[in-house]
């Protein structure tokens, strides 16, 4: 038998492109495109908080430009065949 200890993970957060972990003995394991970073709790409390602002202040230095998914919807009740000019009073997210 071997006497390597085997490292057992939990995953804590998952997304496309990223991944948190928790190794049995507390490390935390944040996997990033091709980069890993191994930290304690505490220095991985700190990296979120700093990412956090960091994001806060590129959203006030370069806001996005993108349009809300929002889109003019007939009105059911309106007759449309008529010409009316309130055909189209009520806005609705549009489905994705």
Do not use: F, N, W, Y
């Not at 919807?73 to 309130?86: H, I, N, R």
């Amino acid at each position: 038998m071997s006497d390597t200890l085997i490292d057992v993970r939990t995953p804590l957060a998952v997304s496309k492109s990223a991944r948190v972990e928790v190794g049995r003995d507390g490390v935390l394991h944040v996997l990033a495109g091709p980069v890993t970073l191994h930290m304690d709790r505490a220095t991985c409390e700190e990296l979120t908080t700093t990412l956090a602002r960091a994001m806060l202040a590129l959203a006030k230095l370069h806001p996005k430009t993108r349009r809300p998914p929002l889109a003019l919807v007939a009105d059911p009740d309106t007759d449309q065949s008529d010409g009316e000019p309130g055909a189209t009073r009520a806005l609705s997210a549009r489905p994705r």
